[in-house]
Each structure stands twice: as C-alpha cells, then as structure tokens.
C-alpha cells in the first residue's frame, strides 16, 4: 500500500507567518502523497471581532450563526486557504484548495438543536467522504489542501472543526493508503505541564489518556483532538502523532518528533 501523510496545522502557527511559513517549507519537503488539512479559529475570531462579531464557543466548538458562517466562509476558503496554496506552489508543492462542497469531497449534517444550537455547524458521519475521488487528485500529483468547511449537497455551507476533518479524513483513506495522521500545532506535543516544552509525553495509549484527562493534566482544545485521534488509531490509521509545527522536519526520525498514540 502506497503511503499517505495527512497533517493537520492549527490556528496559533497559522497566525504567526514566520512559524508558518517554515512549517510549509518542511510540508514540501515531506517525501510521497500529502493532504493538508488547516484550520484557522483564531484569524477568524480576530477579523470577526474588527466586523463588531463577537465569537462564540462552546466545548471548543464556533457557534456559526449565517453572519459567523459568512466570516468564516471568507477566512478559510478565501484568506487563509488561498495564501496557504499560493505559498506551497511557491516552495514547489503542487497544493490544490478545497472545501469539502468542491469535488463533493466532504459532506456533513448540520449538527441537530439539542440544549444548544450551533447553528451551521457540520457533523461528519461514515459516509461524509468518498475516499476513491479524493485519491484521483492524489494519483494525478496535486496535494490537496483542506479548510474547515464543509456542505450538506443541498447548497448550504457549513462549518466543521479541522481536527475533526483531518481524523475523519484519514479513517476514509485508510483503506486505500498506509495513513500517518499529524497534528502540529504550537507546542512539543502532549505535556505533562502545558507551560513547560520540556515535559514531553511520548506515548499515550487509551488507559493513560483516561487517567492524564482525570488528573487534568489534558483539557481544554486538546480533549476534542485526543478524541478524533484515538478514533483514528482504533480504526485503521497506522500512526497518528501530535506536535510542533517546527518539527515536522523530523517526522522520519522515530524519536524526534511528538507524541505518539498506542492502542
Ligand atoms: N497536556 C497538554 N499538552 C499540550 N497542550 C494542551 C494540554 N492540555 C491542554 N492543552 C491545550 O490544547 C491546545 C491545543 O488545542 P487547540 O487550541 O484546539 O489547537 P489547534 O487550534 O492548534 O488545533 C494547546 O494550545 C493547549 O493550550
Ligand atoms: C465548528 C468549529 O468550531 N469550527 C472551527 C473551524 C476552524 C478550526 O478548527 O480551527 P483551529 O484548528 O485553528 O482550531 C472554528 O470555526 O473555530
């Protein structure tokens, strides 16, 4: 089986152009087939606040009223996407930008009112991805490169988180490729101390997990990440590794890079 990297960058590195920009240099030089997925919450929250839209989030996800849904639309598939895309051509990626409604790629549900309404937010079931199209773009050279949008094929737009897209993402190609999924974000990885780099943890599997979430020492935006993740691992992805944006360049070397999750 061929391999696949898909590696998920998150809004923090996608805000400082410095920190970006290595890291898209170290995305072109990863050999093979590639998928970047971005995300981009916190441009978003800034543009919309200079708009006088206050951002709204709960359990880490944007509520998406249509004004917010019209913000984000232009942020990640306009702004954000379109720069990330220009920049990989530049370094010699052949980087293709997409949101889920282009090529039919990813289809969501728009999340049901229970105690909260989300508004246009998108929840990705089994059957959102059609793996076999995706990997038509693959074979023909481009790398695609998704935002965190996604519809529902009756022409609505909806937004959905990218940790969630890049897992769901994965788990549809893994019957096709040997998949590597990795999160980079600002920090070393999963730490034992949010605060200090040097409190790595290299491997957790899910009965540490359940203890580092009862202990507190993971919470906030790393929960929902850690939960697409296991996901991912349980079903079929061969390895799912989370950390810094500024090491990617050491994914190869076994040690170099992250935290891994075990079964
Ligand atoms: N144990 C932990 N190790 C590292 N980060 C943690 C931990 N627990 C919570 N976090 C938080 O999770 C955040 C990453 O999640 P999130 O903000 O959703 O990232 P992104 O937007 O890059 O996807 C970190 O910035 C950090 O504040
Ligand atoms: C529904 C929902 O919450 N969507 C996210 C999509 C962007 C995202 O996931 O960005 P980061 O990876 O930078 O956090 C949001 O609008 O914030």
Redesign the pocket.
């Known amino acids: 089986m061929q391999a696949l990297h898909i590696i998920?960058?998150?809004?923090?590195?996608i805000d400082n152009s410095e920190n970006l920009h290595r890291f898209l240099k170290d995305f072109t030089a990863l050999e093979g087939a590639k998928i970047l997925v971005h995300?981009g919450?916190?441009v978003a929250t800034q543009i919309g606040e200079s708009m006088g839209i206050e951002a709204q989030m709960v359990d880490?996800r944007r509520i998406t009223d249509i004004d917010t849904l019209r913000i984000v639309t232009m942020v990640y598939a306009g702004l954000i996407n379109k720069n990330i895309v220009a920049q990989l051509q530049c370094y010699g990626t052949n980087a293709i930008g997409l949101t889920g409604a282009d090529g039919d790629f990813i289809r969501a549900k728009k999340r049901p009112v229970k105690t909260i309404d989300y508004g246009f937010v998108g929840d990705i079931n089994d059957d959102s991805i059609n793996p076999a199209n995706i990997s038509k773009l693959i074979d023909a050279g481009f790398s695609p490169v998704f935002c965190a949008l996604t519809h529902d094929g009756e022409g609505q737009m909806l937004n959905t988180n990218?940790?969630t897209i890049a897992s769901a993402l994965a788990l549809a190609l893994s019957g096709l490729y040997e998949t590597t999924l990795v999160?980079?974000?600002?920090?070393k990885?999963?730490?034992?101390?949010?605060d200090d780099d040097d409190s790595l943890?290299r491997e957790i599997n899910p009965e540490r997990y359940e203890q580092?979430k009862a202990e507190k020492?993971?919470?906030?935006?790393?929960?929902?990440?850690l939960d697409n993740a296991f996901t991912a691992i349980s079903c079929g992805v061969k390895a799912v590794i989370i950390g810094h944006s500024d090491d990617l360049g050491n994914l190869k070397n076994e040690q170099g890079f992250g935290t891994r999750l075990s079964k």
Do not use: R, T, W
């Open positions: 998920k960058i998150g809004g923090n590195v995300g919450g916190k880490g990218a940790d999160y980079c974000f600002e920090k990885g999963v730490l034992m101390d949010v943890i580092l020492i993971i919470h906030s935006g790393m929960l929902p990440k």
